[in-house]
């Protein structure tokens, strides 16, 4: 990678995955960054996006990005982001 990732458009590009954890009760969901971008403003800095704990529902969480290597799977369950009408 040529700099630091800031925005969600950035690591949507590079594939990456977004873990965010409630700063709460600790509860951690994943979601592909290309997902994300398609709900929020995609030059959005990665820190300053809107998640609320689906555990506890505090809207005080951490979201730090991570590269997906699709070579070599890891364990974990990525969630789908999706609005409801």
């Not at 458009?9 to 977004?18: D, E, F, P, T, Y």
């Not at 403003?41 to 300053?48: G, H, L, T, Y």
């Not at 005080?60 to 364990?75: L, Q």
């Given at each position: 990678?040529?700099?630091?990732?800031?925005?969600?458009?950035?690591?949507?590009?590079?594939?990456?995955?977004?873990?965010?954890?409630?700063?709460?009760?600790?509860?951690?969901?994943?979601?592909?960054?290309?997902d994300v971008v398609q709900f929020v403003?995609?030059?959005?800095?990665?820190?300053?996006l809107p998640f609320s704990c689906g555990?506890?529902?505090?809207?005080?969480?951490?979201?730090?990005?991570?590269?997906?290597?699709?070579?070599?799977?890891?364990?974990?369950?990525?969630?789908?982001?999706?609005?409801?009408?």
């Open positions: 990678m040529a700099g630091p990732i800031r925005t969600i458009r950035q690591a949507a590009r590079h594939g990456m995955i977004l873990a965010v954890t409630c700063r709460g009760c600790g509860h951690v969901a994943r979601f592909l960054a290309s403003n995609p030059v959005r800095e990665i820190e300053a555990e506890c529902g505090l809207k005080d969480c951490s979201v730090k990005a991570s590269e997906y290597d699709r070579d070599r799977r890891p364990d974990i369950v990525v969630w789908r982001p999706m609005r409801l009408r």
